[in-house]
């Protein structure tokens, strides 16, 4: 069971980081196309293509790590209030009632949308170069199977939790953190060394 986490989270974690470099060919075909746009005046005609294609495809392959490092949105203010036992029961629950359906029904779909593009080579509308997004769709089936894959994962997790009582811990060392983990972080170690400074006065005061 750990051993299938650990593979899953280093797969979701690899694919998520290396697809996040589109981000830099995002940025910089959108940057050239304001300069020849409004500098040049020779606006391009693949930058909108370049734009939603790399923009899609970091979302739909980023899935996976995101569900891996619990980011995707959820009603936390009631969620949190709940033992981890009960956190783990609803989210087994959820998983099996609508998260597997849900990505079977995107793979199934994926493969019917990427085999007709591939079939008849599609290009894109958007612009008159015609840049050819077939292979895009692939993407599509792509990001169902790593979540699939990481689902899975997730629902050992859930199990993990009902037999323990407690969240199993990260089995991969990630440097990318939410800003809000870390913020709660930094102030539990605050509030710890206030408390220690306080405990440390108060038996000089005693002395």
Avoid at 8 to 13: E, I, Q, Y
Avoid at 43 to 63: C, K, R
Wanted: aromatic share 14%.
């Amino acid at each position: 069971m750990l051993g299938f986490i650990k593979f899953a989270d280093n797969l979701s974690a690899w694919v998520g980081k290396a697809f996040a470099w589109l981000i830099m060919v995002m940025a910089i075909g959108v940057g050239y196309e304001v300069f020849v746009r409004y500098v040049l005046n020779s606006p391009t005609v693949w930058a909108l293509d370049v734009s939603y294609i790399m923009y899609g495809s970091l979302f739909m392959m980023g899935g996976a790590y995101t569900l891996s490092k619990n980011g995707h949105v959820r009603g936390d203010f009631v969620y949190r209030t709940w033992t981890p036992r009960t956190q783990a029961k609803v989210d087994l629950t959820l998983y099996f009632l609508f998260f597997f359906p849900g990505v079977i029904a995107l793979i199934l779909t994926g493969i019917k949308y990427a085999g007709r593009s591939w079939g008849y080579g599609e290009v894109s509308i958007n612009s008159p170069t015609g840049i050819p997004i077939y292979q895009f769709k692939t993407i599509i089936v792509a990001a169902g199977i790593l979540l699939f894959i990481q689902g899975i994962a997730q629902v050992m997790r859930c199990i993990y939790c009902i037999r323990n009582g407690a969240w199993l811990q990260a089995l991969v060392e990630d440097e990318v953190e939410e800003t809000e983990v870390l913020l709660m972080r930094e102030a539990e170690a605050k509030k710890e060394h206030e408390h220690q400074t306080a405990d440390g006065s108060a038996a000089v005061k005693d002395r």
